[in-house]
């Protein structure tokens, strides 16, 4: 585990990053942490029989109550392939339930069933518990400084995305 004390590798950045290795980039530190994150959910997806995927849709609907098929990748930070799979899975389950948002459309919007919520409901203690427990490990003037730092690089990246998009 790398040490706190370290000198941080990031307080001069050249503008073309020629001084930054590998190990500095910002994506190598977060898919450590993503990857740990990962096994968070263990404890509770595996107690209701849910993956991952699974999970974090369901959550993300019960969250909403219902939701458009199209918004679910971005809600639960899932690709759309994914997304389809999953949701096939959690109707078979009758975990959820589709209906079309206007007649004749094929947009579909997903909504949680009261077996989808009974399960949701069952594990959500036990997940607010855990990721408390982690972000706890910061004090408070952290916890809000890392929030700030998390928007301002997603709103950064949403951006450049969608620069790129344009393209």
Not at 100 to 112: E, K, P
Not at 118 to 133: D, I, Q, S
Request: charged share 25%.
């Amino acid at each position: 585990m790398p040490s706190t004390s370290a000198p941080c590798p990031w307080e001069h950045i050249e503008p073309d990053g020629s001084n930054l290795t590998i190990e500095d980039f910002l994506s190598v530190h977060i898919v450590r942490i993503a990857t740990h994150l990962k096994r968070v959910p263990v404890p509770y997806t595996k107690g209701i029989g849910l993956t991952l995927p699974q999970w974090r849709l369901l959550s993300a609907i019960a969250h909403h109550q219902s939701m458009p098929m199209k918004e679910l990748a971005k809600a639960s930070a899932t690709d759309r392939a994914l997304v389809s799979r999953t949701v096939k899975e959690l109707l078979e389950q009758k975990l959820l339930s589709t209906a079309s948002m206007n007649t004749g459309d094929r947009s579909l919007t997903c909504s949680i069933t009261p077996k989808g919520e009974k399960l949701v409901n069952t594990a959500m203690p036990l997940a607010r518990m855990l990721h408390a427990r982690i972000l706890l490990s910061l004090d408070t003037e952290d916890r809000v400084k890392l929030y700030e730092i998390l928007q301002k690089l997603q709103t950064t990246l949403c951006i450049d995305e969608n620069t790129e998009e344009s393209k």
